[in-house]
């Protein structure tokens, strides 16, 4: 995202790239059109995998991904998975559960190259691992095909008026907007629906100075930030924002009714910064 929105991206003579490969987090399918139409003579490609997995479970490149570019590939020859429900508790994945390609729930992995556990973490160890089996703490769900579609974190995923909402799918979703650059969905707390589903959202640098009409009509409660050229979440920074203490006093559109929960330092600060400004 961020070569691609460089400012002097198109001065460059890109007819040498014959890969564009990443992974570290869940890529929206509008970035695998933009890499096809910026990088002619280069195939995309997209992984998933996990630190205690050592790294790649699923590959996904050229064409498979083009006519898949939600999903992060088939599993490795080596690598076995199961889609196992929320409730599940059993020490590993029995052949009575659910199957098919609309099962969606928590991925679990097997496989030579699953670590055994956590160095001196024995609690965190019998938590994540059982029967060589990791509990990934991934929801997802296979295709017919055997290809894996990573949904959301189970951590991460919104719970609004009993619906279960995920932020990998919304957060595509908001990508496909032209002026987005980079975007987090959080869920803030509700006193009718128990969640609400918000976005944080960082714009392109040539939008900066464009009114954001059209992003304000969308259904979600969303805060656009401050354009900053090179910016990106991350999987880190998303998941600290789904950390953080957020309220809807840090998104708009602003209620005029002052709400009792205090914003948090950054907020405080952009306001500040606004109003010197004006």
């Not at 490609?45 to 479970?57: D, I, M, R």
């Not at 990573?150 to 990998?168: C, H, L, Q, T, W």
Request: proline residues 8%; aromatic residues 8%.
């Amino acid at each position: 995202m961020q070569i691609l929105d460089h400012r002097d991206f198109a001065k460059f003579d890109t007819s040498s790239v014959k890969s564009v490969s990443y992974g570290g987090a869940p890529a929206p399918p509008e970035l695998v059109r933009r890499i096809q139409a910026a990088f002619p003579g280069g195939q995309p490609g997209n992984g998933y995998g996990l630190t205690e997995t050592s790294a790649a479970v699923c590959l996904n490149s050229g064409a498979d991904y083009l006519a898949k570019p939600d999903s992060c590939g088939p599993a490795m020859p080596v690598v076995e998975l199961a889609i196992v429900p929320e409730d599940f508790d059993g020490d590993e994945p029995s052949a009575d559960l659910p199957r098919g390609p609309g099962v969606v729930g928590e991925l679990w992995i097997k496989g030579p190259n699953v670590v055994r556990g956590y160095w001196n973490k024995p609690e965190a160890t019998a938590k994540a691992f059982t029967k060589g089996w990791l509990r990934s703490g991934d929801i997802a769900r296979i295709d017919e095909e055997g290809f894996v579609f990573i949904v959301d974190r189970a951590k991460d995923m919104i719970i609004r008026g009993g619906e279960n909402v995920y932020s990998v799918i919304v957060e595509a979703a908001i990508f496909e907007h032209p002026d987005v650059a980079d975007c987090a969905v959080v869920g803030l707390p509700h006193t009718t629906m128990g969640e609400e589903v918000a976005a944080v959202i960082v714009l392109r640098p040539d939008t900066c100075s464009r009114p954001k009409r059209s992003i304000a009509t969308w259904p979600v409660t969303w805060r656009a930030s401050k354009c900053r050229p090179g910016s990106s979440f991350g999987p880190s920074h998303s998941r600290a924002i789904r950390r953080a203490k957020c309220s809807s006093a840090n998104f708009g559109p602003r209620s005029s009714k002052r709400s009792s929960v205090r914003p948090s330092r950054e907020v405080r600060r952009a306001r500040r910064r606004s109003r010197r400004r004006a």
